[in-house]
């Protein structure tokens, strides 16, 4: 892949203005799956692909600058990839004959996007290391780079996952929190993929960057818990910009509203400073302020921008090897939205 000078020295300079911000999360050792004799490793493709991430890091930073509200699409992807059934990439693959996959699912219906920034990496990808690096590796990667090159953590990210041979529209509407669950149900889906609650807060935090749909919050502008009037936690400001922005009607859904209003593309700890504030958009964001214990959680990270980026990397460390694919049951996919 050759990149032009001008464009090579302008990707550079964003990152080392970045590289304050990075912080990294190494966990103790390499990871084991399924196979004694097979694990994740941080070079994992240092001989098979050398130029990888590299290639990952230029194709994410291309599509932030010809769109910027792409960053917290990849990383949704990501997390929306691991919580069904493991991060094996079973979020990018389309319908087929034998099932019906996740994109259309409820809470990705009209909602998810960005596959086709994975779907160019992964042509690069294939260009110089032809089927060698699985889809799941570079939704983890991408995942990371848009969160650094939006001023968040850097992270280490361990490598070696296959590709899953199928995907389930009806796990992903099982297992996906969704915005106006209890928070009890939330934390459960949690622990059932091996997070616990403290993982929950911190990665609740990626919706410092990113919007939502009208269709996800609009029941606290104007008739929430089936009161017919609106949420009376919600700062008045905010409730009246979003009840312009989202009308009471249907055709309003698919409208969208920043999750952050203070800072929408600037990876950072103002979500949780918006919480303090009564000025979360989505219920179960707001939740977390209600509990004692995530209640306490969210003032920390609102003060200490330097904790939440540290705790956050170590949590999509956590989030990254949920479920992998690793030496049987996987294939690397040679397009991602299709199995081979």
Known sequence: MYLKKSNLCAFFCIVLSLAPLMISALPGAAYNYNRADWQLSYNFYDMSCPNLQMIVRWGVWEAIKNDTRIAASLLRLQFHDCFVDGCEASVLLDDTNTFKGEKNAFPNRNSIRGFEVIDNIKAYIEKSCPLTVSCADILALAAREAVVLSGGPFWAVSLGRLDGLSASEKSANEQLPFPFE????????????????????VLSGGHTIGFA????????????????????????????????SCPNIDNSNSNIAALDTQSTYRFDNMYYQNLMNNAGLLQSDQALILDSKTGAMVKDYSVDSFLFSKDFAASMVKLGIVGVITGQ?????KKCGSVN
Do not use: E, H, W, Y
């Not at 049951?329 to 996919?333: K, L």
């Open 213 to 244: 749909q009208c269709i996800t919050f609009k029941n606290r502008l104007f008739n929430f818990k089936g009161s017919t009037k609106p949420d009376p936690s919600l700062d008045t400001s905010l409730l009246s910009n979003l009840q312009n």
């Open 329 to 333: 049951g996987g294939q690397i996919r």
């Open 182 to 201: 209890p928070l009890d149900n939330i934390t459960a889906k949690f622990a059932a993929k091996g997070l616990d609650m403290k993982d929950m807060v």
